[in-house]
């Protein structure tokens, strides 16, 4: 998964995106609310955590411009204010969920999780498709034989993003999009690489190459 990171404090930018990339997320960050908004009007973020107090323009004035746009990707909202009516306004504009600061970053992340799985109609704790259960924690995924598959940080961003949207056709653009972050190589063949890697692990009849347009990962790989 992709995401923006949208905060003006350096120390806590560079700690949040050094954790998040540990966790297996693709991450861009911004520390002004001019540079977020077109950012996140311009690139396909799976989720944006975005912190109010910015410079040149403020985060509530930015989600409220995404909302108009109609750009309805999922936001966390991060703040030092307490005031209850202004996260009550930051609901308003459009925030999907609000965390005060400080905070842990393993809320954080339970957050990012559960708002993505949210998103894409998919509750509970682990993500399951295809007969797979992926352990987002370890970065691991279980078989139908309970046999768990260690996965490299690559192959299980790549995984994730494929039960994310599962039975639609996905290009390789987009999961280069939202499998590496800004500055990775849009025309590099490592997708295909990877594709491969993850066959060998769980199956090569889940991911169908859909020969001149992407592929599809197979919700039901016995049909």
Same mark, same amino acid.
């Given at each position: 998964? =992709?995401? /923006?990171? %949208?905060?003006?404090?350096?120390?806590?930018?560079?700690?949040?995106?050094?954790?998040?990339?540990?966790?297996? !997320?693709?991450?861009?960050?911004?520390?002004?609310?001019?540079?977020?908004?077109?950012?996140?009007?311009?690139?396909?973020?799976?989720?944006?955590?975005?912190?109010?107090?910015?410079?040149?323009?403020?985060?509530?004035?930015?989600?409220?411009?995404? =909302?108009?746009?109609?750009?309805?990707?999922? %936001?966390?909202?991060?703040?030092? @204010?307490?005031?209850? #009516?202004? =996260?009550?306004?930051?609901?308003?504009?459009?925030?999907?969920?609000?965390?005060?600061?400080?905070?842990?970053?393993?809320?954080?992340?339970?957050?990012?999780?559960? /708002?993505?799985?949210?998103? #894409?109609?998919?509750?509970?704790?682990?993500?399951?498709?295809?007969?797979?259960?992926?352990?987002?924690? @370890?970065?691991?995924?279980?078989?139908?034989?309970?046999?768990?598959?260690?996965?490299?940080?690559?192959? !299980?961003?790549?995984?994730?993003?494929?039960?994310?949207?599962?039975?639609?056709?996905? &290009?390789? &653009?987009?999961?280069?999009?939202?499998?590496? *972050?800004?500055?990775?190589?849009? *025309?590099?063949?490592?997708?295909?690489?990877? %594709? @491969?890697?993850?066959?060998?692990?769980?199956?090569?009849?889940?991911?169908?190459?859909?020969?001149?347009?992407?592929?599809?990962?197979?919700?039901?790989?016995?049909?």
């Amino acid at each position: 998964m =992709r995401l /923006l990171l %949208v905060e003006d404090d350096a120390e806590l930018s560079q700690n949040l995106h050094q954790q998040l990339k540990k966790e297996g !997320f693709a991450v861009d960050v911004a520390d002004n609310g001019v540079d977020a908004e077109f950012m996140g009007d311009e690139e396909p973020y799976d989720a944006v955590i975005l912190d109010l107090g910015l410079p040149l323009r403020s985060g509530m004035e930015v989600l409220a411009n995404w =909302r108009s746009h109609n750009n309805k990707v999922p %936001v966390i909202v991060l703040t030092a @204010r307490d005031a209850w #009516h202004e =996260r009550v306004d930051g609901f308003k504009a459009g925030a999907d969920d609000y965390l005060g600061k400080p905070f842990h970053f393993e809320e954080l992340l339970v957050r990012i999780l559960a /708002l993505v799985r949210r998103n #894409h109609n998919m509750a509970g704790k682990a993500l399951t498709s295809s007969g797979l259960v992926l352990d987002e924690e @370890r970065q691991q995924v279980s078989l139908e034989s309970g046999e768990p598959i260690e996965l490299t940080g690559t192959e !299980f961003r790549l995984l994730r993003y494929f039960m994310l949207h599962p039975d639609r056709i996905l &290009t390789k &653009t987009q999961l280069i999009e939202h499998v590496y *972050d800004q500055d990775f190589d849009k *025309d590099s063949n490592l997708i295909e690489v990877y %594709v @491969r890697h993850l066959r060998k692990k769980i199956g090569k009849e889940r991911i169908v190459t859909k020969r001149g347009q992407g592929y599809i990962f197979v919700q039901n790989s016995r049909l």
